[in-house]
């Protein structure tokens, strides 16, 4: 079956700090994987995506690499700042039905 | 910019009684999602539609959970009898496409916090 596992939080930094977040994925077929940023009270954004294996998503600074042979998409930031303090969530989507499997979330926080 | 539609953003009510929430996704988004998120985890479909029809429910309780989306484009959840256990962020999302083929980024409303007391 389908299933994500991510990294458990909570996860605490300070500005300017190094950000990685594990997810490692198990999956029939070729899924796509996506990551997701959620602000207290609202809900899921787009971070950025990969829909094959070896392909860099990117967006904010944030990146993650679809790695087939170690079926794994590791959030990471080279620099973090307080605005980026949210939860972050890990998906894979089936290539069929498009039907999401959401991790269990990595709540950040960041101090200045 | 086009955005998922939701009301209410927040709903208390007591246990027994009915609910129910709105959701209206991107114009021309086939697909609908409904999921529940219960604080601290990450989000759980209840329900997929693909135009008007039910594509999968099977996370749905069914005694006491029901959608629809009649005409294909709005939907309608609805909780009757609510159960203190049914306390969660409920979130509508939308995508293109569904069933033909996956990889479509999925369009998330701001949600509607459920506190049954």
């Known amino acids: 079956g389908n299933s994500v596992t991510q990294m458990e939080g909570p996860v605490t930094l300070s500005e300017e700090a190094f950000l990685t977040i594990n997810c490692t994925y198990t999956a029939t077929g070729y899924p796509s994987l996506f990551w997701y940023v959620q602000y207290p009270g609202e809900g899921l954004q787009l971070l950025l995506k990969a829909t094959k294996a070896d392909d860099k998503g990117s967006n904010k600074g944030f990146e993650a690499t679809y790695r087939k042979e170690t079926t794994s998409f590791h959030l990471e930031k080279g620099s973090v700042q307080v605005s980026d303090s949210a939860v972050y969530f890990c998906a894979l989507s089936a290539f069929t039905g498009n039907q999401f499997y959401f991790g269990t979330g990595t709540s950040l926080t960041v101090i200045p | 910019e086009a955005e998922v539609a939701q009301s209410p953003r927040y709903k208390i009510t007591e246990k027994s009684q009915a609910v129910a929430f709105w959701c209206d996704p991107i114009?021309?988004?086939?697909?609908l999602y409904w999921y529940r998120q219960i604080l601290g985890q990450g989000p759980e479909l209840l329900v997929q539609?693909?135009?008007?029809?039910?594509?999968?429910d099977s996370q749905l309780p069914k005694d006491r959970f029901s959608a629809e989306r009649l005409k294909g484009v709005d939907s309608t959840l609805k909780i009757q009898p609510a159960e203190l256990g049914d306390s969660a962020m409920y979130l509508c999302?939308?995508?293109?496409?569904?069933?033909?083929?996956?990889?479509?980024?999925?369009?998330f409303g701001p949600g509607t916090r459920l506190t049954v007391l």
């Open positions: 999302a939308s995508s293109l496409q569904g069933l033909a083929g996956g990889g479509n980024e999925q369009f």
């Open positions: 539609f693909q135009d008007e029809s039910v594509v999968d």
């Open positions: 114009s021309g988004h086939a697909t």
